[in-house]
Nanobody, 122 residues
Framework: QLQASGGGSVQAGGSLRLSCAAS????????MGWFRQAPGKEREFVSA????????YYADSVKGRFTISRDNAKNTVYLQMNSLKVEDTAVYYC?????????????????WGQGTLVTVSS
């Protein structure tokens, strides 16, 4: 099970850092991913990191503004979000994927927690 934290309310242009603490078999994770779901919208891919080598992947909408990173010792993944926009408002979830494949496909991920709410106001 994964637990996302660090959400909050910020003004447009501000920053937040989300954390995702994992327990258990993170050593066998292939990807750790961040997804988000805005009210009335489908869950969408935000970013992913390949756990073993640290390769990172981003949705076009956040590229250049968000940075995903990991701390192997703490079994934690972070999402640094800068230059936040109103359209970034959503509940952010982290999850893990144990097999290679489409890192952006949420159907392949497990361990979804409750998520953390990010609200960006203008």
């Amino acid at each position: 099970q994964l637990q996302a934290s660090g959400g909050g309310s910020v003004q447009a242009g501000g920053s937040l850092r989300l954390s995702c603490a994992a327990s258990g078999r993170t050593w066998s994770s292939y990807y750790m991913g961040w997804f988000r779901q805005a009210p009335g919208k489908e869950r969408e891919f935000v970013s992913a990191i390949r756990w073993s080598v640290g390769s990172t992947y981003y949705a076009d909408s956040v590229k250049g503004r968000f940075t995903i990173s990991r701390d192997n010792a703490k079994n934690t993944v972070y999402l640094q979000m800068n230059s936040l926009k109103v359209e970034d408002t959503a509940v952010y979830y982290c999850a893990t994927r144990y097999t290679p494949g489409r890192y952006s496909d949420y159907a392949g991920y497990l361990g979804w927690g409750q998520g953390t709410l990010v609200t960006v106001s203008s």
